[in-house]
């Protein structure tokens, strides 16, 4: 969702966006399972099972998983090739989600559609308000010339590209503790957009960097969503929720720096596939 509304606004491949998030995805698991495996190890955890799982074992959850697996890949080919639009794709996802439900899994009951029904109606609905009056302050931004301040008083700052996405990430996390995710993508990807392009840096490359950093403020008091939700569901404070996810934190960050310092891990993909 949050690559959808930043290629939205910024006017960006959701293509390029979607393929270039494949790597840094991957990196970004193999960093937060370090971080499990350093909490587990602290905390003297026993494992929940007395052997490693077997390439037998790995095959076979391959096999009943193979739908969902198949569908990013559905979704990449459809959009490089121009078979569907992003807007298309979207439609597709959802019927495809409905027949692998339905008639695969034999999982999706009639309640439970309706149920979905509902949730996605209303978060449709409140993305949609959103995105309405995000016109209004378009309009604000380009009359006051915010993009061009933004560049000026930044380019004062520093000219180096990477201190100045240190910067603006620094900037989003800050602002994903006070402020909802969607907004901040709303309100600061026309901002940041003419900066970021002022200095060179590829906005199929910023767009995984933007999302990840305000990804990270679900995590943080004291709007973080994902930290409430989490707390109620495990029945533990929100204190000792944030203070425990700390390790996940840092390995966000660490992503993150990673992206910076190595842009062509985000971009070889998207320009291997659409050249």
Same mark, same amino acid.
């Given at each position: 969702m949050g690559l959808i509304?930043?290629?939205s606004v910024g006017e960006i491949s959701i293509g390029k966006l979607f393929t270039a998030g494949l790597i840094p995805g991957i990196m970004m698991t193999i960093v937060l399972m370090f971080a499990v495996s350093v909490s587990a190890k602290r905390r003297n955890y026993v494992p929940?099972?007395?052997?490693?799982?077997?390439?037998r074992e790995i095959l076979l959850a391959v096999k009943d998983g193979i739908w969902a697996l198949l569908?990013? /890949?559905f979704l990449i080919v459809f959009m490089r090739f121009g078979i569907m639009t992003a807007s298309e794709s979207g439609a597709f996802s959802a019927v495809y989600a409905m027949f692998v439900g339905k008639f695969i899994y034999r999982e999706l009951t009639w309640e439970s559609f309706l149920v979905s029904v509902r949730d996605s109606t209303k978060d449709i609905a409140v993305v949609a308000l959103i995105l309405a009056l995000s016109g209004i302050f378009g309009y604000g931004i380009v009359y006051d010339r915010i993009p061009q301040v933004m560049t000026e008083g930044l380019m004062a700052i520093t000219g180096n590209r990477y201190v100045m996405l240190g910067i603006i990430c620094l900037l989003l996390i800050f602002m994903g503790m006070f402020i909802q995710t969607t907004v901040i993508r709303l309100m600061m990807t026309p901002i940041l957009i003419p900066v970021i392009r002022s200095v060179g /840096?590829?906005?199929v490359h910023f767009g995984l960097i933007m999302m990840t950093c305000c990804t990270s403020g679900i995590m943080t008091p004291p709007v973080g969503s994902a930290l409430y939700a989490t707390s109620s569901i495990m029945g533990c404070s929100p204190e000792e929720t944030f203070k425990e996810g /700390?390790?996940?934190f840092l390995g966000i960050i660490a992503t993150v720096v990673i992206m910076i310092i190595f842009p062509d891990l985000v971009l070889w993909l998207p320009d291997l596939l659409f050249k």
């Open positions: 509304l930043y290629g929940a099972r007395e052997k490693r799982v077997s390439w569908f990013p /890949i /840096i590829d906005p /700390i390790p996940f």
